[in-house]
């Protein structure tokens, strides 16, 4: 189990590098974090994309031209292919989006004859460590799914509990975000809350323990729970949170961001790999969390 990036990047060096392959590698970022996780000996990175447009920026960045492999991409949907292709014949164990659109990179990774397809919802969680509480949390899906319904929740728990269990956290602790604690039948998330809590204390979400609805703080303080006398192990020692809808969770995130002391990395789950979709406003900081995160959980 880990408590802080400080670990896993602990863990990433010890496992070694991974092969992670890039897909429209022609970014300055991007490149750059490639390189320091590589001189961390954490990742070999296989960049994808038109080699005029890569070289240029590995000079601006004192990097040698022929540092990295480097894949001939003849354009963007062709770079896209070529980095999930990689991944799909077990080349590379994860793969980065580089520098091209969101929708162009997830058709790629969602391609019917190359792609990454498992028949599964694919969702995004945040891995934020939140330095005052010296733990890390999953926040998910502020990425993927605009108004999940049940169904849906139900795949999106399924993926966030696997990937803890990837990062060794045997029986992950899940909140299911409500405005109340009671369920209330005109307010939806409560009901979503209420159900999929029980269908975590009967093994249908797998080995996980299940709390819901909660309204945040509790979720995040044990005193405030015992303050509301709720007795909940969840509250305050609480490792997934499930958010309602992409609104809230993107919300919830970017204003940790800018307010509050924490270290963030974010994964698409879902897929037959990690699929590291990064902003091109997220840190290098970011980015580098996020390649961690890819290294200590795949094989």
């Known amino acids: 189990m880990f408590n ?11 496992n070694g590098k991974k092969r992670m392959s890039v897909a429209c590698a022609a970014d300055e970022t991007v490149l750059r974090a490639c390189y320091e996780a590589s001189q961390m000996g ?5 960049l994808t994309g038109k080699r005029n447009e890569i070289s240029p920026i590995l000079e601006k960045l004192g990097i040698a031209t022929d540092y990295f492999e480097i894949v001939e991409g003849k354009d963007n949907r062709d770079s896209i292919l070529k980095a999930v292709k990689l991944v799909r014949d077990g080349d590379c164990k994860f793969i980065l989006k580089g520098f091209t659109q969101t929708a162009d990179f997830l058709r790629g990774v969602l391609d019917k004859e190359i792609g990454l397809r498992t028949g599964r919802l694919l969702s995004h969680t945040a891995i934020v460590e939140i330095k005052k509480f010296n733990r890390i949390i999953q926040y998910t899906d502020g990425g993927m799914n605009i108004y999940p319904d049940l169904n849906a929740k139900v795949q999106i728990l399924k993926n ?6 990837a990062m060794q956290i045997e029986i992950p602790n899940v909140a299911v975000l409500g405005p109340v604690e009671i369920v209330n039948p005109d307010i939806q998330e409560n009901l979503d809350g209420a159900i999929l809590s029980k269908m975590g204390q009967r093994g249908q979400l797998g080995k996980c323990n299940v709390e819901g609805p909660l309204a945040m703080d509790i ?5 405030a729970a ?4 709720l007795n909940c192990d969840v509250c305050g020692n609480t490792d997934i949170i499930l958010v309602p809808n992409l609104v809230s969770g993107n919300a919830i ?3 940790m961001v800018y307010t509050s002391d924490i270290e963030l990395g974010g994964v698409i789950l879902g897929a037959k790999a990690p699929c590291l979709l990064l902003s091109r406003a997220d840190t290098l900081k970011t980015k580098l969390n996020s390649i961690a995160l ?3 959980v795949t094989d």
């Open 42 to 46: 954490i990742v070999e990175a296989v």
């Open 294 to 296: 890819g290294n200590v």
């Open 219 to 223: 979720i995040l303080s044990k005193e």
């Open 226 to 229: 015992e303050h509301k006398k």
């Open 4 to 14: 802080s990036f400080n670990d896993i990047y602990e863990l990433a060096k010890k």
């Open 253 to 255: 995130v970017k204003t």
């Open 160 to 165: 966030a509990i696997e990937f803890a269990h």
